[in-house]
């Protein structure tokens, strides 16, 4: 019973914790090939964990096909005050699926687990840039991953609330 009482505990402080923490809303796009934006949404979980979530459309100018993914991603955050207050570096690993329409061939979705390497920088006013690497491994078959080689590392500027 006292692991039970000291296991929800530690969940409410760490959702209380969560709740006094600063979530972060913006645009991400590749650093290459700008062909497309994310939507960006992160949301603590705990002082050195949090949640990241891509909502994405790219390759608009429909050359080629228009790629919409959804990516989730668990993040570990780490401080690097010893460059300057406010810079984080984080870690991730999670899941994307999307459907891509090729103008010459038929849908296909897709399914991949991607990994995160980033390091950010938090102003003092409520602004975040962040530069990330983002690998993606497909798990369906099909052609290519979701973002490629040149969508792989990406820029991110989210307001913070």
């Known amino acids: 019973m006292k692991k039970i009482i000291l296991s929800l505990v530690l969940v409410f402080g760490c959702l209380t ?5 600063q979530n972060a809303l913006g645009l991400k796009s590749s650093m290459i090939n700008s062909n497309g934006w994310d939507i960006s949404y992160q949301r603590w979980l705990c002082e050195s964990n949090r949640l990241e979530f891509n909502l994405g459309l790219s390759d608009l100018d429909t050359k080629y096909g228009t790629d919409f993914n959804l990516s989730a991603a668990y993040q570990w ?10 810079f984080k570096w984080y870690v991730g690993a999670g899941a994307a699926a999307g459907l891509f329409t090729h103008k010459d061939l038929d849908s296909q979705f ?36 979701f973002y490629g080689e040149d969508r792989s590392v990406r820029f991110a500027a989210r307001w913070r609330f």
């Open 110 to 145: 897709r399914l991949a687990a991607i990994g995160n390497l980033g390091i950010e920088y938090n102003f003092k006013f409520p602004l975040q840039l962040a530069i990330d690497y983002t690998p993606t491994l497909s798990i369906t078959p099909s052609f290519g991953d």
């Open 77 to 86: 955050v780490f401080d690097l005050d010893q460059l300057a207050t406010g």
């Open 17 to 21: 914790f969560a709740n006094a923490q």
